[in-house]
């Protein structure tokens, strides 16, 4: 059987793009999974939990920072008991689902050591730098941000949110 010259190089072609292929796939480093901290998979809060929020409660995690700090994906239960800003974090109303926050408690018995007041939380569309942090930043030094982020007043922070769970409350 004899090709043609076209045929010939096609065939040529489609040899090259397959060994192209074959080097590119195996010489790709694998992407290693990021650890997930515990905290990921502590259940929601229930009533009689100070963490509780009446209207729910939304499990945040810090996914999108690159893991900074302890090199794990942290998450974080913060309850709401306002149900205009449950529903503008659900809904993504305003832009409202990429910074929540509120005042700080902290309490050693948890799993970082701290949690957001559900009386305080709230989710903003617009940031102040001074008041955003992460989880592992406020988890290394509690007390420091129980007066607030960046000095400013009433002990509240805002997390840069990837919201994991939603525990709405019947």
Not at 63 to 89: F, K, M, Q
Not at 124 to 129: A, F, L, M, N, Q
Request: with cysteine; aromatic share 10%; charged share 20%.
């Amino acid at each position: 059987m004899k090709l043609n010259l076209l045929a010939k190089k096609t065939l040529l072609f489609l040899l090259f793009l397959l060994i192209f292929n074959l080097v590119f796939i195996f010489s790709c480093e694998r992407e290693e999974e990021i650890p997930v901290s515990d905290s990921c998979y502590e259940p929601a809060p229930v009533s009689g939990d100070p963490r509780f929020g009446s209207a729910g409660q939304i499990m945040i995690d810090d996914r999108h920072l690159g893991t900074r700090g302890d090199g794990e994906i942290d998450c974080l239960w913060i309850g709401v008991n306002d149900s205009e800003v449950w529903e503008d974090i659900i809904s993504g109303n305003n832009g409202c689902r990429s910074l929540i926050g509120g005042i700080i408690i902290i309490d050693p018995n948890l799993p970082h050591g701290f949690y957001i007041n559900p009386a305080t939380s709230f989710c903003s569309y617009g940031v102040i730098p001074e008041l955003s942090t992460t989880i592992d930043w406020v988890e290394a030094d509690p007390e420091k941000f129980s007066s607030g982020c960046g000095g400013y007043g009433d002990g509240i922070c805002l997390f840069w949110a990837n919201i994991r769970e939603v525990v709405p409350n019947q």
